[in-house]
């Protein structure tokens, strides 16, 4: 049984109906795109709205990405990773 304070909730499954993302042209050339997901839905089990409908409780992200123009960025190289030695190619040779 619920304690009197406290709120229950069921996990609602949820899927994507359309894209998730939203594109915007920028006056300066570049793209911005946004992108929207539900992390968690939940409708209360126990408790309503005062007007009678279902109260849900939504946990959403955000990601959003700017392509510049040129579509050129840079990293200090202090943020590159050398690559792990089961990813190089071992060396070719003709004899």
Not at 52 to 78: E, M, Q, R
Request: charged share 30%.
């Amino acid at each position: 049984m619920a304690e009197p304070d406290r709120v229950d909730f069921k996990v609602l499954d949820h899927k994507c109906v359309g894209s998730d993302t939203v594109v915007f042209n920028l006056e300066d050339g570049a793209i911005a795109k946004v992108t929207v997901d539900l992390d968690r839905v939940g409708v209360a089990t126990n408790y309503k709205n005062p007007d009678g409908t279902p109260y849900y409780v939504i946990k959403t992200s955000l990601k959003i990405k700017v392509i510049p123009a040129d579509k050129k960025f840079s990293l200090p190289k202090s943020r590159l990773r050398a690559p792990s030695k089961s990813h190089i190619e071992p060396p070719n040779h003709i004899a």
